[in-house]
């Protein structure tokens, strides 16, 4: 110590020591400066605070610079590569970069519900040396600063940050300072800095995701939106890669049974294979022994592993337009558990014994080895079932595959489950990675045949393992909210449709849309049908499946997709004494969490399939402003219309300002806006003629305007007297009536049929 002082080191050490935050005289008498050296003390805090070593604060306060106090809100702001969740401080102030936090996931696995990206964490923090600190969460206490994804234009001076959600409406100036070294058309992850204040809004850049010129920018915004994590970390491909196929063993060898995969042409995983014949018994004449074998994945992934860790953190596989987000490594999912043609894989598989009716008689599951004969797509199989040529004995695997299927049509008849058949549609790629075409996914027979087989393949798992009493995850959906349902008969109602006020079964729901298709409304009243309709979610406690009228029923046949399956399987390996690798107690125990947290995984999966098929619908469509297309109305608010374009099924909006030539109210009970001056009303399930005003790509948005007229009001207009008028209902003007100099509505634009 020189002339009564501290050194630099003795101070950072008292500071340390103490609760980071402390005034100058404390300093001063922890090392008994006194008299004229406490000008000197003054002088050399001021050199520390210039040298960036220490933070000078007002009120003669300092702290250790990137110091953090033993408890602190922290704000999680990314997942590392062994799944700890990376934080820094909130409402950080310094001007250094702030210190970073780890909270290991370890820690973060005691959470409830587990912490995530975006969240504010109230948390104890030790220091880790060079590392930053490391943290522990005493309570989650809400959302951190708004983070969001934004397109970078450079300016003379600093630049500006375009946010790609719709639901923003403002661009985020950011000064040179607060770039993050950005260049111009990145795609960065912003966080505002001044949301509640006055004046410009401004925002700092945290990190890069990617730029706006890659052709797969669509897909990478949406995963990056929803926290998808597309690679995986280094322990987890290190697993996969030691993996290998297992002997025959105790398994039942069925790689003479001539088991076929079914699968779209261009799958790149097999997870599911069937055969069908004739039962030889003859007490069941007519009735038919199904196989259906699924890749045996938790042979692979075992409880608590690095590879069942990173299943569960993604829920699911993705699947976007350009790209397959998988569940697990491409190791597992392409190659070890995908049954490819003529190769051994593992696999569980049920035989199930049906009658000619259909009805399951029994089921037994087994832990086997197969061997499949053939890879077929459904337009192959479809072909194979029409009389097209096939290989030698290959016709009659398909025969007995449809015969089989046909017996189950009598069982599904009888039980009658919500048919809906709602339309789907493919978004094809070229090379270049831009949108070529869209298509409308054709339904085969083919397809039903597998879906019925699956169907009857999870029917039976739930039920196996029940009588087992072991615990399992369901595929519940439950039945529609009485409210939701009471606004549903009341639209009805006014379609002249009538739905029972006793309890609905959804045999009552096709009983409607029987009608509907006769009066050719089908696609209206399945809009309206499908919105009554609550979400089918995982759950450890069963509520049955409404929508396929099933009493029971779990997911097992796809675990290379779905973690909820991977949880089946090892429960039905624990339940028969299949061998390694069954549920634990430990997993037993958290199948509740587990079932709510892959219930949430899913939804995100969902939202992030959705916003990548806007935006890149919304770029295939941004050259055809002007252009008219044939739609149909699928929501109705009080800010405007929702529409989805037939050839396409892209979504937009029609502004209530651009839906006509009067002003409309919203109605909520007739799910329609009601023109004031005509009461002519345009409705739910409405087809329509729409124009493109606006596309967006980088946000998904579509902006229409109305072209068609609205449909007929079934009220006249009140005259002033409060009396209905004897008179017409006067027309709204056109435009062109009103403004000569704009063309008149073509041929095209005639109002169109209603239904």
Not at 21 to 30: G, M, T, Y
Not at 71 to 99: K, Q, Y
Not at 467 to 493: N, Q, S
Not at 662 to 667: N, Q, S
Request: proline share 5%.
């Amino acid at each position: 110590m020189k002339s009564g002082l501290p050194s630099k080191t003795d101070i950072i050490a008292y500071l340390k020591d103490s609760d980071n935050e402390v005034a100058r005289r404390d300093i001063a008498r922890a090392f008994g400066v006194k008299g004229e050296a406490r000008a000197e003390l003054r002088s050399l805090l001021k050199q520390m605070d210039a040298d960036g070593e220490i933070n000078l604060k007002g009120g003669k306060r300092i702290e250790r610079a990137n110091a953090m106090p033993p408890v602190a809100p922290i704000d999680v702001m990314s997942v590392d590569d062994d799944g700890d969740l990376i934080c820094m401080p909130a409402n950080w102030r310094g001007e250094t970069e702030p210190p970073m936090i780890r909270l290991s996931a370890k820690r973060a696995a005691k959470v409830k519900p587990a912490p995530g990206v975006g969240d504010r964490l109230l948390a104890r923090l030790k220091e880790a040396g060079d590392d930053g600190y490391e943290a522990d969460v005493i309570k989650a206490i809400g959302k951190g600063a708004h983070r969001f994804l934004a397109v970078y234009r450079k300016k003379r001076r600093g630049g500006v940050a375009d946010p790609v959600e719709r639901r923003a409406r403002h661009s985020f100036t950011i000064d040179d300072s607060d770039d993050g070294g950005a260049k111009d058309g990145d795609l960065v992850w912003v966080e505002a800095k001044n949301a509640r204040g006055y004046g410009p809004n401004k925002a700092r850049i945290r990190s890069i995701a990617g730029h706006v010129d890659d052709k797969h920018a669509y897909s990478t915004i949406a995963l990056a939106n929803h926290g998808i994590p597309t690679d995986f970390p280094s322990a987890v491909i290190a697993e996969a890669e030691k993996a290998k196929l297992p002997p025959l063993g105790s398994r039942t060898d069925l790689r003479e049974t001539p088991l076929i995969t079914i699968d779209p042409a261009d799958a790149k995983d097999h997870d599911d294979a069937v055969y069908a014949e004739p039962d030889p018994d003859p007490n069941n004449p007519g009735g038919y022994r199904v196989i259906v074998a699924i890749a045996d994945v938790s042979y692979f992934v075992s409880p608590g592993s690095a590879l069942d860790r990173e299943a569960l953190k993604r829920g699911n596989s993705t699947y976007l337009p350009d790209r397959v987000v998988p569940m697990l490594p491409e190791r597992l999912s392409n190659d070890l558990c995908s049954l490819r043609e003529n190769e051994d894989r593992p696999c569980m598989a049920v035989e199930m014994i049906i009658d000619a009716n259909g009805v399951k008689k029994r089921h037994h599951f087994m832990r086997a080895l197969m061997r499949s004969r053939a890879k077929l797509s459904y337009e192959d199989a479809q072909a194979i079932s029409e009389g097209g040529k096939a290989a030698v004995g290959l016709k009659a695997i398909v025969r007995h595959l449809y015969d089989a299927y046909s017996a189950r049509m009598k069982e599904r008849a009888k039980r009658a489950p919500l048919d809906l058949d709602l339309p789907e549609r493919k978004i094809i790629l070229d090379t270049n990675g831009d949108v070529q075409k869209v298509v409308k996914r054709e339904r085969f027979d083919a397809h039903k045949v597998i879906e019925e087989f699956m169907i009857l393949a999870n029917v039976a798992a739930a039920e196996a393992l029940e009588r087992a009493r072991t615990p399992l995850i369901y595929r519940v959906h439950d039945e529609p909210d009485p409210e939701k349902l009471d606004g549903v008969r009341d639209y009805l109602g006014t379609l002249d449709y009538s739905l029972t006020k006793t309890a609905v079964r959804p045999a009552s729901f096709n009983q409607l849309l029987k009608i509907a298709g006769e009066r050719d409304e089908k696609e209206m009243v399945s809009e309206v049908v499908l919105r009554s309709q609550r979400q089918a979610v995982y759950d450890d406690e069963n509520a049955g499946h409404f929508g396929l009228n099933l009493a029971r029923y779990a997911h097992f046949t796809s675990p290379i997709r779905r973690y909820a399956d991977l949880v089946v399987h090892r429960a039905l390996v624990k339940a028969f004494k299949l061998g390694e690798h069954g549920q634990t107690e430990k997993e037993a125990a958290a199948l509740g969490d587990i079932a709510e947290q892959i219930s949430d995984l899913e939804r995100r999966s969902v939202a992030a399939e959705r916003e990548s098929n806007d935006r890149y619908l919304a770029g295939y469509l941004e050259n055809r402003i002007g252009a008219e297309f044939d739609a149909r109305i699928r929501g109705v608010t009080k800010f405007g219309l929702f529409v989805m374009l037939d050839e396409t099924g892209a979504d937009g909006f029609i502004p209530m300002r651009s839906i006509g030539f009067e002003r409309f109210r919203f109605e909520e009970r007739d799910h329609a806006v009601i023109g004031e001056t005509t009461g002519g009303m345009f409705r739910l399930g409405q087809p329509v003629r729409v124009k493109l005003a606006e596309a967006a790509p980088l946000t998904g948005g579509l902006r229409f305007e109305m072209l068609s007229d609205p449909l007929p009001g079934a009220t006249k207009r009140k005259s002033k007297g409060g009396k209905k008028s004897g008179k017409k209902r006067p027309k709204a003007k056109k435009k062109a009536e009103r403004n000569p100099k704009k063309k008149k509505r073509s041929k095209a634009n005639a109002k169109p049929r209603r239904g």
